[in-house]
């Protein structure tokens, strides 16, 4: 029995992940403790989402209302279902940059410690598990503001001679020297575990550093289904992607 564990499963992207894994047949393991409710108040709960998954997916979605920097509680999850975790998709995390100047401790902890918590479950239980770990662009603080940006009707574009023209900006990028925000140094840091788990106990482990998607209050719905990608914010022009998840 092949189980997907999905953590943030109740948040955005989170529950767009449980939906399509439990659409394709598999047993979906979902962590979400509804922090999103302690970060932004009561409107942000995840918590009907929670409910909504339950509803359409009975017992093929198993939901662990657990912190994820409770080492213990999450070793135990893990344990249960040890080797038939075959991916991991980490999402859970503190996403604003204003909270986590209100509270350093609350922001690294939970998207520092957190992802440690998980990666070394994964290394001690699962280690054949794929771990995907949605990261932010936010990683790269305000260093793209460096580039030869080149004004065009609606957006800034990079240098049509700049390496990064043709596929964009690669993870070669400097993250050093540079404004990161209390949030983006939290991710950073996290960012970096994953990699180092990857490279130095050799998991399967992948990250994505996306910009923004969009949100609204019932994110259930068919229209917000389609997440909207925007560039940079160079300034307020932006080109709109649409990106299907
Ligand atoms: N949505 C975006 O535009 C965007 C852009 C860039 C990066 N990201 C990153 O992608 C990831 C997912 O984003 P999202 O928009 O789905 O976030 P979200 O806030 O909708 O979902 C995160 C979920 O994680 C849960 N959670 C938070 N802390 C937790 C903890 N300690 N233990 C258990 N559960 C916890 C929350 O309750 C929430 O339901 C985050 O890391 C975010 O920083 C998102």
């Known amino acids: 029995m092949a189980i997907v564990l999905v953590t943030g499963s109740a948040g955005l992207i989170g529950s767009e992940s449980?939906?399509?894994?439990?659409?394709?047949?598999y047993t979906v393991v979902g962590i979400d403790n509804n922090m999103r409710q302690v970060f932004f108040g009561e409107d942000a709960s995840t918590e009907w989402n929670r409910a909504k998954l339950s509803q359409d997916y009975g017992d093929k979605y198993i939901h662990h209302a657990v912190d994820i920097r409770d080492h213990e509680a999450i070793s135990a999850i893990?344990?249960?279902?040890?080797?038939?975790?075959?991916l991991i998709i980490h999402t859970a995390a503190q996403p604003s940059h204003d909270w986590a100047a209100k509270d350093p401790y609350m922001d690294f902890s939970v998207n520092a410690n957190g992802t440690l918590v998980l990666l070394e479950n994964t290394r001690q239980q699962c280690p054949q598990a794929v771990f995907i770990f949605c990261s932010t662009n936010k990683v790269y603080g305000d260093r793209p503001n460096e580039l030869p940006l080149v004004e065009k009707e609606l957006r800034w574009e990079i240098s049509e001679n700049h390496p990064y023209f043709a596929q964009g900006i690669d993870e070669l990028m400097s993250i050093d020297a540079c404004k990161?925000?209390?949030?983006?140094a939290s991710k950073v840091a996290a960012d970096v575990l994953v990699q180092e788990y990857g490279r130095y106990f050799e998991l399967a482990n992948c990250l994505f550093s996306r910009r923004l998607f969009n949100r609204s209050k019932s994110f259930g719905n068919p229209i917000t289904r389609v997440f909207i990608l925007l560039n940079e914010m160079?300034?307020?022009r932006q080109r709109i992607q649409y990106l299907w998840v």
């Open 18 to 25: 449980v939906r399509f894994f439990c659409d394709r047949g």
């Open 234 to 236: 160079y300034d307020d």
């Open 180 to 184: 990161h925000s209390l949030l983006g």
């Open 78 to 86: 893990f344990k249960t279902y040890s080797h038939d975790i075959s």
